[in-house]
């Protein structure tokens, strides 16, 4: 490019030796190669180049929020506060992932980073494409403190087809899309699909890989990518006729053809071969992409082996051998026939030692270790894709298509019982691979390691879909009926008689649209769809299920009292949700009895805080007797805990002089050791608010002067014991041996990442005068024979808790 006369006077005068050195740089990075295939804009600062990377880091936030960190010159870092803008925080929102940003928070809100403050002084108009095309300081020169680091908050909407940089995951260079490809009659109607021809995506279409010097940990690596724990032996002489039948100019055996069913030889390995399974293949040639696949069977993507691609016409490719064939072992979850469930559970002797918490989809979220009797958490030092995939392959999913950190998916409770978990890739159990016992100072449960599993393709997402929402997150819930193999599915309503936020579950679930946030009875607002027949009633789920078809639901006999369909179930889902937990050892602290005079009962009484027989006594004279005890309940999860209901259904209660947010917030049960309830009480949630939080938490929630009610995430509301109806009245139970329990949010009236840590239980022993309350747990937090233990214990013999 040549400048004008008087232009390049102008630019090079005007600019001095500042216009020379940045055109040495440009001129530099052309000749290196590097930078992206925009041009370089001239000016004080630019891109550094594809070495830059951001992520959300600190505690507590959402999943779009946080510390903003840098990588650049081969570390992490942080910016500096110091004139931060709107217009920063929309840039940097970008390279997170999301279209914009709603916020920024300054002096290091979401805590104190380490190493370098890699930028200062920034300021972007909003625009820009990188923030190093924007005015700062340059790279690593500031004036700053930690204490004055940035953070952001992102409006909560993905750039679509984003990958988050706040995660561990492999590099898919060279070979991306690999795909299991069924030829055996009869097996492309099944889900999921176990065993076909390896297919790699080339160009435009699907090639094979020649098998010449395929062995089993190569199989090993396309079932952990197909969502399968193992692989099996493959019949090879069954697939010969494949190879036979593309070199007959692309002619191919059909079911039922003399070929396809051409007896076979015997073969050592009977279970292979079944005198139903025929070859189906399709007419077409072979087309070998890749060959000489070497695997060491850790990895996982078949990329990151060594292999060699066929250059040029690959007609004459793979004389010796065949296209690479595997069959896969499915995990439980996914196995067809009940004999092999029947024969995993056998495999599998007692309880199992590893589970997966907090997670919305199948297959993911934190990981969590059984030791000494109690669950725990692992420290994310040193984590990585290969200790992950020996989680994922031991609960009978794939390998790891992620390995999470910093309490991705939620704070664990409890004792943290691994650092440093360092595994090979080949080990049955984590509890085979190298770790260091944790030490109070080495972790916190901001570090809690997690996992994303390759799992297996299912096809449950074509049979659901949203009509009429504001976003694809929510809408009317529509499911498909009668598709068969080549019918053309019916598409119907689901009833919203019984729906609530467990159906709701399944349902995102089931769409990948994470958590339910509302599972909603009447659409009428969304009435944007010309289905309008009701075609599923009755549903009823508990949560957990991956389909809709696989919940209680009335079959083809349907029973549905509104069928309009304003009356069709409806879903908001969400990427986060909250997660209550009770702060069991306050309980154990603070119970003890009162016996409290009836004419100070009247609210109560009212509230329906008391037990029935409370009708029946003297009123104003005497008293009933009351199990007092302070709850403290923590959200420890990725979204705040808001009441169902808005503030302007909210119920005044004139006696206590406040409103109720939800009718029934928590249950107070004294059950039997076999379970038998003997005295309830219940609490409603009169005040939902941030009584204290963590340390660089702000409250959000207060309920003076009819303010917004709920429980920011890493703070916790503390109910007193001595306010009305946080008690049981036990005035009518016997002395003896009792369970104390605290259900938060039974009904489900609230979504939450995990229902299954709401329950709290207590020993108590009652002599009729004195109570003692010991061995307080959360319900899920022992366990199945500490559990045990539990229920049965024969009660105490003097005050002294062992």
């Not at 910016?79 to 929309?90: V, Y």
């Not at 994470?514 to 969304?526: D, R």
């Not at 917004?708 to 995430?713: A, D, F, P, R, S």
Request: with cysteine; net charge neutral.
């Amino acid at each position: 490019m040549s400048l004008g006369n008087s232009e390049s006077h102008a630019a090079m005068g005007g600019c001095g030796t500042w216009a020379w050195r940045e055109l040495l740089v440009l001129l530099g990075s052309v000749w290196l190669g590097v930078g992206s295939s925009q041009p370089t804009p001239l000016g004080p600062t630019h891109t550094p180049g594809p070495q830059l990377k951001f992520r959300l880091a600190g505690y507590p936030r959402k999943h779009n929020e946080g510390r903003v960190e840098v990588f650049y010159n081969d570390e992490w870092g942080t910016i500096c506060d110091d004139d931060f803008t709107l217009g920063n925080a929309h840039v940097l929102c970008r390279h997170l992932g999301f279209v914009a940003a709603t916020g920024w928070a300054h002096s290091a809100k979401y805590g104190k980073g380490v190493g370098r403050i890699w930028l200062d002084n920034v300021n972007c108009a909003g625009g820009e494409k990188s923030i190093g095309d924007c005015k700062h300081r340059g790279w690593g020169n500031s004036d700053c403190s930690h204490e004055e680091d940035a953070g952001v908050i992102c409006k909560d909407e993905r750039i679509p087809g984003f990958k988050d940089s706040n995660v561990i995951e492999t590099e898919q260079s060279h070979v991306e899309e690999v795909r299991l490809r069924p030829v055996v009659s009869g097996a492309r109607r099944q889900l999921p699909v176990t065993e076909g021809i390896v297919e790699v995506r080339y160009k435009d279409s699907w090639a094979q890989i020649c098998d010449e010097g395929w062995d089993s940990r190569n199989s090993r690596v396309i079932c952990g990518m197909m969502g399968f724990p193992a692989e099996k032996k493959v019949n090879r002489n069954f697939y010969k006729q494949l190879k036979r039948a593309a070199r007959t100019k692309g002619w191919s055996p059909r079911p039922g053809s003399r070929l396809a069913s051409k007896p076979q030889p015997k073969q050592k390995h009977r279970e292979d071969v079944g005198p139903k399974k025929r070859l189906f293949t399709e007419r077409q040639q072979l087309n070998y992409r890749l060959h000489s696949v070497s695997c060491t069977g850790t990895e996982v993507h078949l990329s990151m082996c060594t292999f060699e691609f066929y250059r040029g016409n690959a007609s004459a490719a793979c004389r010796a051998g065949m296209p690479a064939v595997v069959s896969c072992l499915p995990g439980p979850l996914f196995a067809a026939g009940n004999a092999h469930k029947k024969k995993q559970r056998q495999q599998q002797q007692g309880q199992p030692r590893i589970r997966l918490k907090g997670g919305a989809r199948v297959g993911e979220g934190r990981v969590e270790v059984l030791k000494s009797s109690e669950w725990g958490t692992i420290c994310d030092d040193r984590w990585n894709l290969l200790s992950a995939s020996v989680v994922c392959r031991e609960l009978g999913f794939g390998s790891a298509k992620e390995a999470l950190t910093g309490a991705r998916m939620g704070q664990g409770t409890g004792p943290i019982h691994l650092n440093e978990v360092q595994c090979q890739g080949t080990e049955k159990s984590l509890w085979s691979c190298p770790f260091r016992n944790i030490t109070q100072e080495d972790c916190k449960h901001t570090e809690d390691a997690a996992v994303r599993c390759n799992i297996p393709y299912m096809g449950y997402e074509n049979l659901i879909r949203l009509s009429g929402g504001r976003s694809r997150f929510e809408g009317r819930v529509e499911v498909a009926v009668g598709a068969g193999d080549r019918d053309q599915p019916r598409w119907g309503l689901v009833c919203g008689e019984g729906w609530g936020t467990l159906e709701a579950m399944v349902a995102c679930r089931q769409l990948g649209l994470g958590f339910a946030n509302h599972g909603l009875q009447e659409t009428w607002y969304w009435d944007a769809s010309n289905v309008t027949e009701m075609v599923m009633s009755g549903v009823k789920c508990t949560g957990h299920e991956m389909s809709l078809s696989h919940c209680q639901h009335h079959g083809a006999s349907l029973s549905c009292r509104n069928t309009g369909t304003r009356f069709a179930a409806g879903i908001i889902c969400s990427e986060t949700a909250s997660d209550l937990l009770l702060h069991a050892p306050l309980v154990q602290e603070t119970a003890y009895i009162e016996d409290r005079p009836l004419h100070m009962l009247y609210c109560a009484a009212e509230e329906n805080c008391l037990s029935s027989s409370a009708r029946l006594a003297n009123w104003p004279y005497g008293h009933r007797r009351l199990l007092r005890f302070s709850s403290q309940i923590h959200n420890h999860g990725r979204a705040d805990f808001r009441p169902k209901a808005g503030r302007h259904s909210w119920v005044w209660h004139e006696c206590h002089r406040h409103y109720h947010s939800m009718d029934i917030f928590t249950h107070y049960d004294i059950l039997t050791p076999n379970g038998t309830k003997v005295a309830e009480g219940h609490k409603a949630s009169f005040c939902l608010e941030d009584t204290e939080c963590e340390e660089d938490v702000a409250k959000r929630y207060e309920c003076a002067n009819f303010g917004e009610q709920g429980i920011t995430v890493g703070c916790w509301d503390l109910y007193r014991h001595d306010i009305d109806c946080q008690w049981i009245d036990i005035t009518d139970v016997k002395p003896g041996n009792y369970i104390l329990q605290v259900v938060i949010n039974p009904n489900f009236e609230v979504a939450e990442s995990d229902f299954t840590n709401n329950a709290m239980k207590c020993n108590c022993k009652y002599d009729g005068h004195r109570i003692w309350v010991h061995s307080c747990h959360i319900g899920d937090a022992l366990s199945e024979e500490a559990n045990k233990r539990f229920e049965q214990y024969p009660g105490q013999l003097n005050n002294q808790i062992s």
